[in-house]
C-alpha cells in the first residue's frame, strides 16, 4: 500500500528538542519502502534557533528523516535567497516549486530545486510538485530579487507534463494556505499536502483529497493511495530520534538566550485562539512595549507575528521572548492621519487575509480602543488616549518594519508613512519586561458588536 507521510511548518518545533526529536522518531517509525514523506514549507524558520542558526538548525532533522521533497513556505527565505540555496544544497532531499523565479530561471536550478519529480513506490509512479503562496514577496521582504509567479498557471503546467509522463497519482506539495480549495477546483490533483494557514485540514473537493497538518511539529499526517484515507498521528505519543533531539539541545546550550528579564505569575496564553480572536493578553504585551520604546500615540502588533507556543510562565528569559517574536527586524514609527488610521483598524478584520479564517482578527492594539461591527464590516468606534479619533489629526503608531513591507495585512499603512526605526522587536521586548515586569490583562481595547 502507497503511503504518504506530510509534515508542515515545523517553525518553532526547533525550540523544544523533545518535541523535534519525537516527530522524527514519529516519521521514522512509520516510514516503509511503500512510503514517501513530504514536506510543505516554512520548515526552516522562524524560531529562536532559526533566528540564531538562520535556518541551518533545519539541517539535524533534515538529515534525519532524509525527507523525499520539501517545498518552500514564504519563511523559507527568513535569511534571503542565497541564505536559503545555501540549506537547499546541503539538504538531502529534493525542493520541489514550480512557482518560483530568479533571474528569468528556475530559482535554485543549479542545486536541487526542480518544479516536479516523479517518484516509484509499490509499484506505483507518483508525480509531485511544489507551490508556494504567490504573496511571499509582499509579505517577507527578505525575498529580494525573487519573483514568485500565478500558482495556477505553473500548476496546469506541472500537471500537463507530469500526466504526459503516465503518473499514476499526481500530488501537489502546497504553501498556498486557502488557495489549496482554488487548485483543487481548477486543476487536476490527486492529494494537495497543504501548508501555510496553520489549522488542521483534512478535506474532500470532488476526488481531491486536501490536507493540512497545523503548526510546530504537533501532527504528523498519513495518506493512503488509492484510497485516500488519512491517519493523524500525535507525535507526543511517539518515540523520539536522540540525535535530533542531542543536536537540537547543544545549539540552544550554544545560544546563549537563557538570561531571565521577568516572572510571571499567571500563564500569558499565545495560541492561535488566544492571538486570533480578538484582543488578548499576549497582543497587549507586545503593542505596550512597542508604545513604551517609541512614546508613540499607538502600539500595533499583527496576530501573524506572534508564534504560537507553550504559554509564558514562570520564570521567562530572552529566548522565550525571541520565540514569542523570532524575526531579525526593527520595530519602526510610521505618521498617518486619522482617517489613515482608521483603515489600519478596520483591516484588523481577519478575512482579508491571505492565511485567515473567517472568524480571525489580526490587530493587537496598545494606546487605543475600537469597535468593530462584524455584520456591517464598519468601525463603529474609535479612540486614542481617551480622546475620539481626529481624522485630521497626525498620530504616530509603532509597529514591526514588516507591515510597512506588506500589503497582505493592514494594506492602509506603507513604506511612506515610516518617520523611523529603532531596535529589534525582541530586543524591545525584553527590555520592556526588564523594565516594567510581564503582567498584561485584558481591558477592553478591542471589542466586537
Not at 474609535?382 to 497582505?408: I, K, Q
Amino acid at each position: 500500500m502507497l503511503r504518504l507521510l506530510h509534515y508542515s511548518d515545523i517553525e518553532n518545533a526547533y525550540d523544544d528538542p523533545d518535541r523535534l526529536a519525537r516527530l522524527a522518531g514519529t516519521i521514522e517509525t512509520r516510514r516503509d519502502a511503500d512510503t514517501l514523506v513530504f514536506g510543505t514549507g516554512d520548515n526552516t524558520s522562524p524560531g529562536i534557533l532559526p533566528l540564531v542558526t538562520k535556518g541551518e538548525q533545519a539541517l539535524d532533522f533534515f538529515h534525519a528523516v532524509d525527507p523525499d521533497a520539501d517545498t518552500f513556505g514564504n519563511h523559507d527565505f527568513d535569511y534571503g535567497p542565497d541564505r536559503a540555496l545555501d540549506i537547499i544544497e546541503r539538504a538531502p532531499q529534493p525542493w520541489l516549486c514550480a512557482n518560483v523565479e530568479r533571474g528569468g530561471e528556475q530559482f535554485g536550478h543549479e542545486s536541487s530545486v526542480r518544479p516536479w519529480q516523479i517518484f516509484e513506490r509499490d509499484g506505483q509512479r507518483v508525480g509531485v510538485f511544489g507551490l508556494v503562496t504567490p504573496k511571499t514577496a509582499s509579505i517577507n521582504p527578505a525575498t529580494e530579487d525573487v519573483v514568485f509567479t500565478d500558482p495556477i498557471v505553473a500548476a496546469e503546467k506541472a500537471v500537463d507534463a507530469l500526466q504526459a509522463e503516465g503518473v499514476d497519482y499526481v500530488v501537489c506539495l502546497s504553501h498556498l494556505g486557502r488557495g489549496d480549495e482554488t487548485l483543487a477546483a481548477e486543476v487536476d490533483v490527486d492529494v494537495v499536502l497543504g501548508g501555510h494557514n496553520h489549522a488542521e485540514l483534512v478535506e474532500r473537493l470532488d476526488d481531491t483529497l486536501l490536507t493540512r497538518p497545523g503548526v510546530n511539529g504537533q501532527v504528523l499526517f498519513e495518506v493512503t493511495l488509492p484510497e485516500k484515507t488519512v491517519t493523524r498521528h500525535v507525535v507526543t505519543d511517539g518515540p523520539r530520534d536522540e540525535s535530533v533531539a542531542e543536536a537540537v539541545e547543544t545549539r540552544l546550550d550554544e545560544a546563549g538566550v537563557d538570561e531571565v528579564v521577568a516572572t510571571v505569575k499567571e500563564p500569558i496564553e499565545r495560541t492561535e485562539v488566544a492571538c486570533f480572536h480578538g484582543e488578548s493578553r499576549v497582543g497587549n504585551f507586545v503593542a505596550d512595549a512597542y508604545r513604551w520604546e517609541t512614546d508613540a500615540d499607538v502600539g500595533l502588533q499583527n496576530s501573524g507575528g506572534i508564534r504560537s507556543g507553550p504559554a509564558l510562565s514562570g520564570e521567562v528569559t530572552v529566548g522565550d521572548l525571541i520565540s514569542l517574536i523570532p524575526f531579525d527586524e526593527p520595530l519602526a514609527v510610521a505618521e498617518l492621519t486619522g482617517k489613515e488610521l482608521r483603515e489600519v483598524f478596520r483591516q484588523g478584520e481577519g478575512t482579508r487575509l491571505g492565511f485567515g479564517e473567517p472568524d480571525w482578527w489580526h490587530a493587537h492594539l496598545s494606546g487605543a480602543t475600537i469597535e468593530y461591527d462584524r455584520a456591517s464590516d464598519t468601525l463603529a468606534s474609535a479612540t486614542v488616549n481617551g480622546e475620539p479619533l481626529d481624522s485630521d489629526r497626525t498620530y504616530r503608531v509603532a509597529l514591526a518594519d514588516y507591515l510597512l513591507h506588506s500589503d497582505d495585512e493592514f494594506p492602509a499603512v506603507g513604506m511612506d508613512h515610516r518617520v523611523g526605526t529603532t531596535r529589534t522587536q525582541y530586543e524591545v521586548l525584553a527590555d520592556y519586561a526588564r523594565s516594567e515586569g510581564l503582567n498584561p490583562t485584558v481591558e477592553g481595547r478591542i471589542r466586537h458588536v
